[in-house]
Each structure stands twice: as structure tokens, then as C-alpha cells.
T-cell receptor, first 116, second 113 residues
């Protein structure tokens, strides 16, 4: 069974500082990896995804993530955080097996606070 | 506009009173899922559906039912709600394509007293 660990429950950064949110996954095959963001009272919005190919993935809002197979990690980064980035971030691993639907397993989330 | 809609957005009910949360998508997606979100636990899948009349259990199916009679709709049914089903519920859909991402609805906040 797949699993996702986000070791940081809450992170606080100053506006303009760089950001890295950690994500470690466990999955037996090549994973499909996602980062979603959830603003207060909102649904989930996809930031970026990795299926194959280039291990550095660019997403929306200036975010990027790097897939490192040797470390089973898919950390999310942004060089300069904006106040509007304050939200909760979820890493997810997806599996598609024969005859089965896409199943996403989510991490427990990292709450990002941005200081002015 | 491509979207997943859920109704109601907020619901307060009492223990044992049957309820249905509707979910509809306009993207002709084959796959649909229901998740519940609880603090510190992230999102956990309740049920999913590969296509019309094809459904299967996710990680936390107890106390829930679903049906998929039409491709666009995937209602979540709580036959006898209990307080431990108080949660934030999300419906999601995706295409069969390998690169198909899951699109999430806005969420339904359910309180069972």
C-alpha cells in the first residue's frame, strides 16, 4: 500500500523568503506524485504533478518540485513566498493499476503561515 | 466552465437521519471519488467509481454508500449518520487519461449532532 509523509505540520516564513515543503512517499512502483493547495474555506487546487521524465517539475504560482527516487521524496519549493501563498499544502501519491481507478493517498498536510 | 459541484455546501443534522450529498461533474470524466478531510489526517478516500455502475471501497467506507447511475453524478449517502462522520467531504473526478489530474469540488461541511 502506498503512503505519504509530510513531516512538517506547520511552517512559518517571512514574505520574500524561500520555501521548501517536504514530502516522502512509499510506493512499490513508479509513483504519480501531486502537490495540491487548499486555501481557507476552499477546495483543493493542483499545483503540479509528476508522472515521468524530467524530475524537476514546474507548476502554477511559481512553485516547483523535484522528484528524487533515491530519497523517495517530492519536495515543493518556491524561491520567494508571497502573502497569498498562506494555505495548507498536501502532497499525494497516485496509483493506477489494471482494472482499478486512480486512487490518491494524501499526506496529512503542511500549514504555511507567511509573515509580513 | 469545467467544474465539480457539490450540494449542500453546509449541513447540520442529527444522528440517524438519512442524508445525501450530491456531486456532479461536467467534464465527462470516467472516474469519481469521495474523500473526507479531518484535521491532522489529510484526505482519506471513502469510495470511488471507475464508470457507470462500477464502484468500489476506498480506505474508510464504513457508514457510507454511493451509487453511479449516470456518468456525471456520484452521490454520497449516509443511511444513519453518527457524530464521528462530522467532517469536510470532497468529491473529485478525473479522466481515464494517464495524465489526468483529479478535479475537486468545493467541499461539504457536515456536522452530525
Amino acid at each position: 500500500a502506498q503512503s505519504v509523509t509530510q513531516p512538517d505540520i506547520h511552517i512559518t516564513v517571512s514574505e520574500g523568503a524561500s520555501l521548501e515543503l517536504r514530502c516522502n512517499y512509499s510506493y512499490g512502483a513508479t509513483p504519480y506524485l501531486f502537490w495540491y493547495v487548499q486555501s481557507p474555506g476552499q477546495g483543493l487546487q493542483l499545483l503540479l504533478k509528476y508522472f515521468s521524465g524530467d524530475t524537476l517539475v514546474q507548476g502554477i504560482k511559481g512553485f516547483e518540485a523535484e522528484f528524487k527516487r533515491s530519497q523517495s521524496s517530492f519536495n515543493l519549493r518556491k524561491p520567494s513566498v508571497h502573502w497569498s501563498d498562506a494555505a495548507e499544502y498536501f502532497c499525494a501519491v497516485g496509483a493506477i493499476s489494471s482494472g482499478s481507478a486512480r486512487q490518491l493517498t494524501f499526506g496529512s498536510g503542511t500549514q504555511l503561515t507567511v509573515l509580513p | 466552465e469545467a467544474q465539480v459541484t457539490q450540494n449542500p455546501r453546509y449541513l447540520i443534522t442529527v444522528t440517524g437521519k438519512k442524508l445525501t450529498v450530491t456531486c456532479s461533474q461536467n467534464m465527462n470524466h470516467e472516474y469519481m471519488s469521495w474523500y473526507r478531510q479531518d484535521p491532522g489526517l489529510g484526505l482519506r478516500q471513502i469510495y470511488y467509481s471507475m464508470n457507470v455502475e462500477v464502484t468500489d471501497k476506498g480506505d474508510v467506507p464504513e457508514g457510507y454508500k454511493v451509487s453511479r447511475k449516470e456518468k456525471r453524478n456520484f452521490p454520497l449517502i449516509l443511511e444513519s449518520p453518527s457524530p464521528n462522520q462530522t467532517s469536510l467531504y470532497f468529491c473529485a473526478s478525473s479522466s481515464r487519461d494517464r495524465g489526468g489530474e483529479q478535479y475537486f469540488g468545493p467541499g461539504t461541511r457536515l456536522t452530525v449532532t
